[in-house]
Nanobody, 120 residues
């Protein structure tokens, strides 16, 4: 079982930056894919970014366009999402998720989410 805890959300002005963290307990991420998703009330959950822990390969949603960067710290078993040039439309609850690398289905483990609010 994997427990995920997000942190780092908050209120920021447009153009600002935030760094989200996703700390795991119960199992190391060494053979997992860790992803970030976001959701606005009334809309479907949207893929933001993911990282394959073992090789560090990264994936991004089309809307990111170089503004966000996902990274990992294996020693801390923690993933990060650095968000720069934030826009009001980035306002959402951001969720961390994980699944084994050899699982090609949906993400199995989810955090509780952290609110990101970008003011104009």
């Amino acid at each position: 079982q994997v427990q995920l805890v997000e942190s780092g959300g908050g209120l920021v002005q447009a153009g600002g930056s935030l760094r989200l963290s996703c700390a795991a307990s119960g199992r190391t991420f060494s053979t997992y894919v860790v992803g970030w998703f976001r959701q606005v009330p009334g809309k479907e959950r949207e893929f933001v970014a993911a990282i394959k822990w073992s090789g560090g390969i990264t994936y991004y949603g089309d809307f990111v366009k170089g503004r966000f960067a996902i990274s990992r710290d294996s020693a801390k078993n923690t993933a990060f999402l650095q968000m720069n040039s934030l826009k009001p439309e980035d306002t959402a609850v951001y969720y961390c998720a994980a699944k084994p690398e050899d699982d090609h289905g949906k993400f199995q483990y989810w955090g509780q989410g952290t609110q990101v609010t970008v003011s104009s």
